[in-house]
T-cell receptor, first 111, second 114 residues
């Protein structure tokens, strides 16, 4: 069964460092997303991406964040200068149209 | 504002007992409705979805959910819970077919007693 894969599964970084989280969406899907879940809190929408551009982003998705689909298969989330409050589980998701499939997440710990 | 509420943060049921997890949403029209399950250390797995039509939908692992427009609810049910059902359950609502953004509830942690 096709699935969304994410790397790394866990990353520890120092505050102020840049982090790139990678995702390989399901191959025939056209819509891509990033969500995050801070420990003990709701899963929150960050950004959606379609046709090589951002279609919607939340207030959380400020200038420190960016997304890219560099090679037609990967979908990346970059955090330019990490803060302590960026520590969370980051989920990538993809959809053909309306039904979203999630990866297993990348846990980011900022020290 | 659009919102999703799962009133029960934590539920404990005995194995073999029935289960109902509640979900209410706030929106002017009928949204797309989903239930996802998250086992410890795992990602979010889709259990079932409602877009339109029959208001009782069947999902994987023996789960079902019923959409009640009058109550703005989409409660998840299972007639007989198994120990492997212990997990966190998230109700999610999609309000736009253009961006596909989902809004999630707080989640309900299900504990199953032997």
């Amino acid at each position: 069964e096709p699935e969304v894969t994410q790397t790394p599964s866990h990353q520890v970084t120092q505050m102020g460092q840049e982090v790139i989280l990678r995702c390989v969406p399901i191959s025939n899907h056209l819509y891509f997303y990033w969500y995050r879940q801070i420990l003990g809190q709701k899963v929150e929408f960050l950004v959606s991406f379609y046709n090589n551009e951002i279609s919607e982003k939340s207030e959380i998705f400020d200038d420190q964040f960016s997304v890219e689909r560099p090679d037609g298969s990967n979908f990346t989330l970059k955090i330019r200068s990490t803060k302590l409050e960026d520590s969370a589980m980051y989920f990538c998701a993809s959809s053909e149209k309306t039904v979203m499939f999630f990866g297993e997440g990348s846990r980011l710990t900022v020290l | 504002a659009q919102s999703v509420t799962q009133p029960d943060i934590h539920i404990t049921v005995s194995e073999g007992a029935s289960l109902e997890l509640r979900c209410n949403y706030s929106y002017g029209a009928t949204p797309y409705l989903f239930w996802y399950v998250q086992s410890p250390g795992q990602g979010l797995q889709l259990l079932l979805k409602y877009f339109s039509g029959d208001t009782l939908v069947q999902g994987i692992k023996g789960f079902e959910a019923e959409f009640k427009r009058s109550q703005s609810s989409f409660n998840l049910r299972k007639p007989s819970v198994h120990w492997s059902d212990a997990a966190e359950y998230f109700c999610a609502v999609g309000f736009s077919s253009n961006t596909g953004k989902l809004i999630f509830g707080q989640g309900t942690t299900l504990q199953v007693k032997p």
